[in-house]
């Protein structure tokens, strides 16, 4: 994954490259003198004076427990149905799904020994792996996949819940085959099935305190004496992971960010992850590691042409559209709290892949005709949530482009209850939207209104300009193969489509915001997080059991 992070140090880069070399020497006793000259800020110019005698440079031995913050546990975890946060990012060590998501966001098989796609792509017949067990030793059967399928469907507040949208039933067909019926032919259809697979008596919803499920992923879960705190202890013998694996996880509890970012400057916690409003304001931090990744909140502009608005005009919208192109690469260069690409890319999703594959217009492709005719004296009006700081810098730069091509422009930060209430009447020019995306790299949410999944949190799509034949061929396109699979050459023109929907269509990507990982001193190496397994990469650092 090509993503850029807050703390890249050539000794980060280092460590991660020659790892086992390093480990085994440090184990033997011998110094490493960059490590006390580390800026905690990842700053590469900032460092501290570093101790030219051995006894001072040689640094403590590493520590196998990572500790990181989740808000209290419930007395038996849910991994289907539980929606916060935090507690997700630790189930994604316990448990797997049938696929699960590699760094470029293709679906590999996890739980799944084989698959096959029949019926035109409307039925998906899963066959388990042997080798798959639970950590009781118990082998994954067919009944286990139905009752997880199933509690995650009948649940719609389950994080889950989503990625089934298009998913109908699941059907047993032997005790290790599991045959899945879609609405519709589904591209997509190996992502939808990452939710995590739990024994069957455990998919049934309980709260009184019970065992905790036995999931199959590398990490086994127990309390510790009691307690709010939860144990993960790496399944597997030490002689078969690599060195310096990090065999304990310890999960401290504390009731908000606040409290886990004191315990993270008490040296109580080692990693705290950030949403994307705790990412915005803590990532300023100088004294601490922030290594940042894609969240699911997807910024893009929407742009008002319905008629008897300012930009019903096909010349005045085209130019608008190409402004709002320049807003949308400014932004991604130079605003920190967003990913620099815009759009997803097919097959591969720029969520992960940190690149903006689709060239988008630009500024000059549609010029306004000369004279007093270019905008009328009445003001643009833009739109966004004025409880929101990244959208309102957002309408800070569209303002200020708008007005050097001499275009009248009024702000209107609204309250969410006005703000929502303006998308639906249509009281906008242009307004700064957000969808909370699911873990599908799916092109088709944001051009089509119908689109093949419903997405959480789509604030608004507006209504198409009259005479855009381009973008209602390129839908049209989209939708068809989006459901299409008489062929893997398909990809092509599925990206070609994508490409014309960017480029012609009334709404303009501008990125996704960040969230991250705060790490303490502790920590040392890099992350590779995704964003729906922060802790993705937890073997590519070590954990210092001193400074």
Request: a negative charge; proline letters at 7%.
């Amino acid at each position: 994954m090509a993503e850029s992070r807050s703390v890249s140090t050539p000794l980060a880069v280092l460590i991660r490259k020659v790892f086992p070399l390093l480990l085994a020497a440090l184990l033997g006793g011998s110094a490493l003198s960059g490590c006390a000259g580390e800026s905690a800020s990842g700053d590469p110019t900032k460092t501290t004076p570093v101790a030219t005698t051995t006894s001072e440079v040689t640094p403590a031995p590493a520590s196998g427990t990572l500790r990181v913050w989740a808000t209290p546990l419930a007395s038996r975890p849910d991994p289907l149905r539980d929606p916060d946060r935090t507690h997700q990012a630790v189930y994604r060590l316990v448990y797997e799904g049938l696929f699960s998501l590699s760094e470029n966001q293709s679906a590999v098989p996890a739980l799944c020994g084989e698959w096959d796609l029949s019926g035109n792509g409307f039925y998906l017949t899963v066959h388990l792996s042997e080798s798959a067990r639970f950590h009781d030793g118990s082998r994954p059967d067919a009944a286990d996949v139905k009752a997880s399928f199933d509690a995650v469907k009948a649940a719609a507040d389950s994080p889950h819940h989503m990625l089934l949208s298009n998913v109908e039933n699941a059907i047993i067909l032997d005790d290790t085959t599991v045959r899945f019926s879609y609405t519709v032919p589904d591209r997509f259809a190996l992502h939808c099935l990452s939710f995590p697979i739990v024994p069957a008596e455990s998919a049934v919803p309980a709260t009184d305190v019970g065992e905790l499920p036995p999931g199959t992923g590398p990490y086994r879960m127990s309390w510790i004496d009691g307690g709010p705190d939860a144990s993960l202890d790496r399944v597997g013998t030490a002689a078969s992971e690599p060195a310096g694996m990090i065999r304990s996880v310890r999960v401290v509890t504390l009731p908000d960010i606040r409290s886990a970012v004191e315990a993270l400057e008490d040296d109580r916690v080692d990693l705290v992850d950030l949403n994307a409003d705790e990412f915005l304001l803590y990532s300023k931090r100088q004294d601490l590691a922030v290594y940042h990744y894609s969240g699911s909140g997807y910024l893009f502009f929407s742009i008002n042409a319905e008629a008897g608005r300012l930009l019903s005009d096909p010349d005045r919208f085209w130019f608008v559209r190409a402004r709002m192109d320049d807003v949308r690469q400014m932004a991604g260069k130079e605003l920190g709290q967003l990913t620099s690409a815009a759009i997803p890319a097919v097959p591969l999703s720029q969520v992960l892949a940190g690149r903006d594959s689709v060239a988008m217009t630009q500024g000059t492709s549609h010029p306004l005709p000369d004279g007093d005719s270019r905008f009328p004296e009445q003001p643009l009006t833009i739109l966004y949530p004025a409880e929101d700081p990244v959208r309102a810098e957002i309408a800070d730069r569209t303002e200020a482009v708008l007005l050097e091509e001499g275009i009248q422009v009024t702000k209107l930060a609204a309250s969410d209850p006005v703000f929502l209430s303006r998308l639906a009447t249509q009281s906008y020019d242009i307004a700064i939207c957000e969808a909370t995306t699911i873990g599908i790299p799916d092109p088709g949410w944001l051009y089509l209104r119908d689109g093949l999944r419903t997405l959480p949190g789509m604030e608004s799509l507006p209504v198409v300009p009259p005479g855009q034949d381009e973008y209602g061929n390129a839908m049209q396109t989209l939708r068809s193969l989006l459901s299409s699979f008489s062929s893997e050459r398909e990809w092509d023109d599925l990206q070609e489509a994508l490409v014309t929907c960017a480029q012609s269509a009334p709404v303009v990507g501008i990125g996704f915001v960040r969230q991250g990982l705060m790490a303490g001193h502790r920590v040392k190496g890099q992350f590779s997080s995704l964003r729906d397994n922060p802790y993705h990469g937890i073997e590519e650092v070590w954990v210092w059991s001193g400074s």
